[in-house]
C-alpha cells in the first residue's frame, strides 16, 4: 500500500433493499486533500460515515494505514471528524471542549495542555479559551469544532460539510483556513461537499460522485477542464458549460459538430479516438471558452444576439442567442453589450468537451 493512507475497497452498503455504495474502490494517498463532491443524496457522507465507522458495512473493506477497521469502533480508528452542526457542549468553554476526549482518554495533564495550546495556536482561538459556545460567532465555532479534532493528533481528518451552516463571507474565510490548516499539518485530509468553488480551492483531487458511483477522480484542473462524462461537466462550473446537441459530419475533408445549421469545426479538438460521421453527439463550451467580437486567425466566428446582460463585478456574463439556444459568454466587467446587440463569436475547440448523445461519456 506504501503511499496510500485510506484504502476503500469494493465497498458495499445497502438499507434493506436500497443499495447506497455498490462496490465502490478509492485510495487516497498520505497527505493528500481529498474531496467528495456530489449532490443531495449521492453517497458522499454515507462513504464518509463508512469510513469514519459510524455506519456498518454490508461488504468490502477499509484500511487506514494498513490496518484493516472495517469492524473497528471509531475511536480506535486514528482518525479526526469534523461535522456539519459544530456539537460543541454548550456548559463548557472552549477550552474543556477542546480537552473533553482527552480527558475522557486519562491522558497526562501537561500532554493535554499542550495539545490544546497548539492547536488554539494553529486556529488563533487562544482568546476564546475562557469563553462558552454561546460567546462565540458561527465561525468561531466551527474553528473550535475542526480544534477538538486536532488535539486527538491523528493522521486522517474528515470533514462533513463543515462549512455549509456558515454565510458566504465566513465560508470564504474559513475555506483559506481550512486550505492554511492542511498545508501546516501535512495530515490526509477527507472533505464532503456539495459546493464545488470548496471543491476546487481546496481538493488535491476531487471524487466527483452520483447515485453512489465515482464519476471522475481526479485533480481540479483535470476535472474542470477534461469533464469525463456529461453530469461531471455540468455538475462542475458556475455558469455551467454551454451544451449544444447536434452531429458530426464530414464536411469538405473537415470534420464539423453540426448544431441546427451551424458548423463547429473540429480541427482543434483532442479527440480520444475517431469521430465518425453521423455520431450523434453533445458538444460542450465553457462561458470563459468563447471570445466575443474577437475575429481570432483559424477559428470560425459565429454571428449571436444579445439577449441578457449580468453584471457580475470584475466580469460580465452575455446571455446569447446561438444556433436557436441560449448560451452564456464571461467577458471582462468593463464591457457592456445591450440586450439585442448583434455579436460574432469564436469557440476555442482546444478547451471545448464533446461526448457521446447516447453513453454521456468524452470522446
Request: proline share 4%; charged share 25%.
Amino acid at each position: 500500500m506504501n503511499n496510500v493512507s485510506v484504502s476503500v475497497r469494493d465497498l458495499s452498503l445497502s438499507f434493506g433493499a436500497v443499495t447506497v455504495l455498490d462496490t465502490l474502490n478509492l485510495d487516497i494517498k498520505n497527505g493528500e486533500f481529498l474531496v467528495l463532491l456530489g449532490s443531495s443524496g449521492c453517497g458522499k457522507s454515507t462513504l464518509l460515515n463508512c469510513i469514519a465507522g459510524l455506519l456498518d458495512v454490508t461488504g468490502g473493506q477499509i484500511f487506514i494505514k494498513d490496518k484493516n477497521v472495517t469492524w473497528e469502533e471509531p475511536k480506535d480508528r486514528g482518525i479526526g471528524m469534523v461535522f456539519q452542526s459544530y456539537a460543541l457542549y454548550p456548559q463548557m468553554t472552549v477550552e474543556r471542549n477542546l480537552s473533553f476526549g482527552l480527558r475522557v482518554a486519562k491522558l497526562p495533564q501537561a500532554e493535554i495542555d499542550k495539545r490544546v495550546a497548539r492547536a488554539a495556536e494553529i486556529l488563533q482561538i487562544q482568546p476564546l479559551l475562557k469563553r462558552k459556545p454561546s460567546e462565540l460567532s458561527g465561525g468561531q465555532r466551527q474553528r473550535v469544532a475542526i480544534g477538538r479534532a486536532l488535539v486527538r493528533d491523528v493522521d486522517v481528518f474528515l470533514f462533513d460539510e463543515p462549512l455549509s451552516n456558515l454565510d458566504a463571507k465566513l465560508r470564504s474565510e474559513l475555506r483559506v483556513e481550512i486550505k492554511r490548516l492542511h498545508q501546516s499539518l501535512e495530515n490526509t485530509m477527507i472533505y464532503v461537499t456539495h459546493d464545488q468553488i470548496e471543491a476546487l480551492t481546496l481538493a488535491d483531487r476531487i471524487a466527483v460522485m452520483k447515485s453512489g458511483v465515482i464519476q471522475q477522480l481526479a485533480d481540479p484542473m483535470t476535472i474542470y477542464n477534461m469533464p469525463e462524462n456529461l453530469f461531471v461537466a455540468g455538475f462542475i462550473g458556475s455558469p455551467s458549460m454551454n451544451f449544444f446537441r447536434g452531429e458530426i459530419k464530414d464536411k469538405g475533408g473537415h470534420k464539423v459538430v453540426e448544431v441546427n445549421g451551424v458548423d463547429f469545426g473540429m480541427e482543434a479538438y483532442p479527440a480520444r479516438g475517431p469521430l465518425e460521421a453521423g455520431r450523434k453527439v453533445v458538444l460542450g463550451v465553457r462561458p470563459e471558452h468563447v471570445k466575443v467580437d474577437e475575429n481570432v486567425s483559424g477559428l470560425e466566428v459565429h454571428d449571436a444576439i444579445v439577449d441578457i446582460e449580468e453584471p457580475m463585478g470584475a466580469d460580465n456574463l452575455l446571455w446569447l442567442k446561438l444556433a436557436g439556444q441560449t448560451m452564456s459568454v464571461r467577458i471582462a466587467g468593463s464591457r457592456r453589450y445591450a440586450p439585442g446587440t448583434a455579436l460574432k463569436l469564436s469557440f476555442d475547440m482546444a478547451m471545448a468537451s464533446v461526448f457521446d448523445a447516447v453513453t454521456e461519456n468524452r470522446i
